[in-house]
């Protein structure tokens, strides 16, 4: 029996495995995810997927079907349920189809391995997603892109571009934060080939192993790295650049995995920093409440240091402001950051 | 209106009991309704002259819930017994459990659940929720326990004892244990085994059932023994067992026993 206890105290240890997978399989475009369960299991990830997707400028719905099990489906298994959905599904010839299962269909114990093992004329990939098993968002999205990676074709030769892992497809910076990263390996005179998973599509997927060098979004997904790593020999980074420090930092640590002169680049990007922190000069001394909500924040050293840099105060009675919920991505991510502060400031 | 629950191990012989002891109290002119809660769907076939009626969650299936009428249902079988049975699904697919859920839901919709006496008819182990259905509010009030002087149908029979004790134990009581029938193997000091379980558990030995050539033959008449051979010392033993129950007001709350405990009393008898 699955004993885990749920993890509450990092950001993504939160919510369903079903939404950790979704976050994954509806950023492949040509795909298809069918929701083994009941029709509500998807309605409320559709409408989340959807709500942020829009947010980022992409309306489309998510390609998402459940099969819509019923009491009826429960009583009796959904086995035909599901078989009929892939069938329908299979139809408007999708790249892919990923089948993902719910907490009931787990607990009924329906074969989805065995009924999705059968012929459909198109890719199955199955991702078992019961939440009540104790797996959270995290799980759900890690399973995901390790079930993904090892789908991965053989590769002959590594190639020249940068593969980038498990972008947070479900924040609204999402964009942001890759054109930061983008933009700084190019300053190395890198390119960014696949976006392992956004706005890729199922055969690019299989192409992981074709990069010299894998970035992570955070930490947490080390595991990817280094099955890739060990399968591939690709080296990786295990995080995205957080802050200035950490933008050098992410420039330095690129030029020793793949032989790179980066003193330049790093001399460019500071730089780019002071001037960056000249233009809020006018935030110099300025008093802030943080909201307590995020004030865990503060322990995000590279948003003390840019506090620190500018001067600023933290005070009950100063204006309020808010911390980011994710870590600041790059130069940038601090730059919006104290845009944002401004207009508080200024209000 | 008396309802009553037949829990047991498998194949103990709950189904030709309950068969029985209908068609005892229909023959006694009282209206009785009994429902078979299991999937393999079995529990009134003799009632019913070997026919295997449709069940009701096949009946949902086919016709969509709205569109199944009480006379599709409930079949009137021998002594004038109306017969349910719940069904359910293949067997490893799907969730039996439910099944039963989802039939007294309807059955309580398409008001099929009245009568002099409600029998119960409940497949071997209460081994989920659902199965514990018969045992909940405005259901089974009464619960008999069927076993035999085997120490597996005893311990089945205590794993049942601790639903009801568990159930007993809500704040809104509302089964509890009625007896235990020795539906008998003809072991050596059987009948004196099963009595002593029962006093174990606070309750009582309510029946002793000999084993009998004539239940066999009636099955394979596919007829309950009350029809088959009416007159028969069996048909009796039924008689009495049915006047037993329509007459018992006596009920606990069960108190099952350890593992140890029930090896040692079987143990015991089993050295006489």
């Avoid at chain 1, 993504?12 to 492949?28: D, F, M, N, P």
Wanted: charged share 25%; hydrophobic share 40%.
């Amino acid at each position: 029996m699955n004993s885990k206890t749920l993890h509450s105290s990092s950001q993504r240890y939160e919510g369903c495995t079903l939404t950790g997978a979704l976050s994954i399989t509806s950023g492949v475009e040509d795909a298809v995810t069918v929701v083994h369960g009941p029709e509500g299991c998807a309605h409320h990830n559709v409408s989340l997927l959807h709500a942020v997707m829009a947010e980022q400028g992409r309306p489309a719905l998510p390609r998402i079907v459940p099969t819509g099990l019923t009491e009826e489906g429960v009583i009796f298994g959904g086995e035909e349920d599901l078989a009929a959905t892939l069938r329908a599904v299979a139809a408007r010839k999708p790249g892919a189809i990923f089948v993902l299962t719910t907490c009931i269909t787990e607990t009924i114990g329906d074969d989805a391995a065995s009924v999705c093992s059968e012929d459909y004329g198109v890719p199955v990939v199955l991702l078992p997603t019961a939440g009540f098993l104790g797996g959270c968002f995290s799980d759900g999205l890690n399973a995901a892109l390790m079930t993904l990676a090892g789908l991965a074709d053989p590769v002959e030769e590594a190639g020249e571009t940068v593969t980038i892992i498990g972008e947070k497809n479900l924040e609204y910076e999402v964009e942001e934060n890759f054109a930061e990263v983008e933009r700084l390996l190019a300053s190395l005179g890198l390119e960014v080939g696949l976006r392992f998973v956004r706005d890729a599509r199922y055969a690019d997927l299989k192409q992981i192993g074709a990069g010299q060098l894998n970035i992570l979004r955070e930490p947490a997904l080390a595991p990817v790295g280094e099955v890739l790593k060990e399968r591939f020999g690709t080296p990786y980074i295990s995080s995205f650049p957080i802050g200035l420090e950490g933008s050098t930092a992410f420039l330095e640590e690129v030029g020793t995995l793949l032989d790179l002169q980066t003193g330049e680049a790093v001399q460019q990007e500071e730089e780019r920093q002071r001037a960056m922190l000249d233009s809020f000069a006018d935030l110099r001394g300025s008093v802030f409440s943080i909201d307590p909500m995020t004030f865990r924040a503060l322990e995000c050293t590279p948003v003390r240091r840019v506090m620190e840099a500018l001067d600023l105060q933290v005070d009950a009675d100063g204006a309020g402001v808010s911390l980011p919920y994710s870590p600041p991505v790059g130069t940038a991510g601090i730059r919006r950051l104290l845009h944002r502060w401004r207009r508080r400031v200024h209000a | 209106m008396k309802q009553i629950a037949l829990y047991g191990k498998g194949g103990i012989g709950k189904s030709t009991t309950s068969a029985n002891l209908s068609a005892a109290l229909g023959a006694k002119g009282l209206d009785v309704l009994q429902i078979g809660c299991d999937p393999k769907r079995d529990s009134t076939r003799m009632l019913m002259h070997g026919a295997w009626i449709q069940t009701v969650l096949d009946l949902v299936r086919e016709k969509g819930e709205d569109h199944v009428s009480i006379e599709e249902v409930v079949r009137e079988g021998f002594a004038g017994v109306r017969c349910v049975e719940a069904g359910g699904p293949e067997p490893g697919i799907g969730c039996a459990g439910r099944g039963i859920i989802a039939t007294f839901r309807l059955l309580e919709r398409l008001g099929a659940l009245h009568g002099d006496v409600i029998v119960y008819d409940v497949l071997g182990d209460v081994v989920c929720g659902g199965f514990a259905m018969p045992m909940r509010e405005g259901y089974a009030e009464e619960v008999y326990l069927v076993t035999s002087g085997e120490l597996m149908s005893l311990y089945a029979a205590n794993n049942i004892a601790k639903a009801v004790a568990r159930l007993s134990k809500r704040s809104k009581p509302s089964c509890s244990l009625a007896g235990v029938i020795c539906n008998a193997k003809n072991m050596a000091g059987e009948e004196d085994l099963v009595r002593e379980f029962a006093r174990r558990i606070n309750s009582e030995m309510v029946a002793y059932i000999p084993r009998s050539r004539t239940v066999q033959l009636a099955e394979v008449h596919k007829q309950t023994v009350m029809e088959y051979a009416p007159d028969s010392e069996q048909a009796a033993v039924y008689r009495e067992l049915a006047e037993r129950i329509f007459a018992n007001d006596q009920t606990s709350t069960p108190t099952p026993l350890e593992m140890d405990e029930l090896e040692d009393l079987a143990l015991q008898f089993a050295e006489i």
